[in-house]
């Protein structure tokens, strides 16, 4: 049962590059998140999809954009590399009013 | 926007020792959701508290959802080894799907 998956693991950015952070989950979940993982920060809600065909901004919206590309998909993309991005990129998905279940996690650097 | 704030921020403990860490927040929460993260890999899910005053256990784990519907706390018994990580407590902006947590209490067990 894989559960939620996120590619790449790790990646290393120019800055000004673009790139898309890939997830996938296969709970057949209404709902869900991208996080970013900072230390001493915690996580940090980018952007949330309370069901396929909406997307709302969390905390940290600023520098990305997502595509809900159909129940099991969502992506998190980053047009404009900036080293204020390097971080860790948490994918979470869940039933209505029932906890989030979390993917490893994308380590992004951006230099 | 709304914070959850997790104390203490780290703990340095003794094999066998118990351990007690707390989450409080200025707004009331319908659901308190306890994570526990080890390294390189994403959040886990130990316990979900879904009404006030309630006191659920997981093994050595106890959380109990405050009375005030505006804190949490998390308990660990006889700690070991496997009980290092990072413990984060969320929960979801009353009435949104929108998940938010803790800064995270970083627990550290000396055999």
């Known amino acids: 049962n894989a559960g939620v998956t996120q590619t790449p693991k790790f990646q290393v950015l120019k800055t000004g590059q673009s790139m898309t952070l890939q997830c996938a989950q296969d709970?057949?979940?209404?709902?869900m998140y991208w996080y970013r993982q900072d230390p001493g920060m915690g996580l940090r809600l980018i952007y949330y999809?309370?069901?396929?065909?909406?997307?709302d901004k969390g905390e940290v919206p600023n520098g990305y954009n997502v595509s809900r590309l159909n129940k099991r998909e969502f992506s998190l993309r980053l047009e404009s590399a900036a080293p204020s991005q390097t971080s860790v990129y948490f994918c979470?998905?869940?039933?209505?009013?029932?906890?989030?279940?979390f993917g490893n996690g994308t380590r992004l650097t951006v230099t | 926007g709304q914070q959850l704030n997790q104390s203490p921020q780290s703990m340095f403990i003794q094999e066998g020792e118990d351990v007690s860490m707390n989450c409080t927040s200025s707004?009331?929460?319908?659901?308190w959701l306890w994570y526990k993260q080890e390294p390189g890999e994403g959040p886990v899910l130990l316990i979900a508290l879904y009404k006030a005053g309630e006191l659920t256990s997981n093994g050595r784990l106890t959380a109990q959802f405050g009375i005030t519907r505006k804190d949490s706390f998390l308990n660990i018994s006889a700690s070991i080894p496997s009980d290092v990580g990072i413990y984060f407590c969320a929960g979801p902006v009353l009435g949104t799907y929108k998940y938010i947590f803790g800064t995270g209490t970083r627990l550290k067990v000396l055999a």
């Open positions: 979470a998905s869940s039933v209505v009013d029932s906890p989030l279940h």
């Open positions: 709970m057949n979940h209404n709902s």
């Open positions: 707004s009331i929460f319908n659901t």
């Open positions: 999809s309370a069901s396929e065909g909406t997307t």
